[in-house]
């Protein structure tokens, strides 16, 4: 069983910065496919950033150039750095876990993220 506790949104006008952090349970954090993910109200839940366990990134087409996900695995964490944040990236952001060699997914809870002027 994996737990995951996200931290770090919160309210910020256009232009704005924020960096999400996701906590993470289990001693074997570091194998970990890691990723982000945003829900905005009325839409599906759709992958913003993901980063593997050997530290490939790889990003969502919208947040290309604006957002940073990176791994401290001392410290079973995974952050999401979010620059010139917009209106659009309004949404409830998650943080998701699989396990090598498996198809489970674990999620947090959620933490919320508001663009706005």
């Known amino acids: 069983q994996v737990q995951l506790v996200e931290s770090g949104g919160g309210s910020v006008q256009p232009g704005g910065s924020l960096r999400l952090s996701c906590a993470a349970s289990?001693?074997?954090?570091?194998?970990?496919?890691m990723a982000w993910y945003r829900q905005a109200p009325g839409k599906q839940r759709d992958m913003v950033a993901s980063?593997?366990?050997?530290?490939?990134?790889n990003y969502a087409d919208s947040v290309k150039g604006r957002f940073t996900i990176s791994r401290d695995n001392a410290k079973n964490t995974v952050d999401l750095q979010m620059n010139s944040l917009k209106p659009e990236d309004t949404a409830v952001y998650y943080c998701?876990?699989?396990?090598?060699?498996?198809?489970?997914?674990?999620w947090g809870q959620g933490t919320q993220v508001t663009v706005s002027s």
């Open positions: 998701r876990a699989q396990p090598p060699a498996t198809l489970l997914f674990y």
């Open positions: 980063i593997t366990r050997g530290g490939s990134t």
């Open positions: 289990g001693s074997i954090f570091s194998s970990y496919h």
